[in-house]
């Protein structure tokens, strides 16, 4: 198998050993990207921010490889209370067209930096 290390100096590089995001074949997968905006090092302060934040990440990585927000078959959400639920929701719809990516969103103790949300997503495009 094939795989290809992306990475986008718009997205906040990864702190661990692991890769902002990897392309195997037709598939894109993106790891969790934290609301940090990559210029300012910063972190919003709101979950509708945040979310959106963490989006932009996602998107920003995926234009490495010549896709956009419209190949995300797949996002899971890691959110820091299910109370946050509706505010994500609603600034996640903004981003995406029908058919919407499959999803799973689940509440965890504590994210890294404190953050509200992670966002995850598998994209898939042609070769």
Known sequence: MNKIELN???APGAIGP???????GNL???SGQ???DAATGEMPADIKAQTKQSIENIKAILEEAGATLD???KTTVLLADMS???DMNEVYAGFFNPIYPARA???VKELPKKALVEIEAVAVVND
């Open 71 to 73: 190949n995300v078959i």
């Open 84 to 86: 946050l639920f509706g």
């Open 18 to 24: 692991y890769s902002q995001a990897v392309k195997a």
């Open 28 to 30: 894109i997968f993106v």
């Open 34 to 36: 934290l609301p940090i």
């Open 8 to 10: 986008s100096k718009k």
């Open 105 to 107: 969103a689940f509440a």
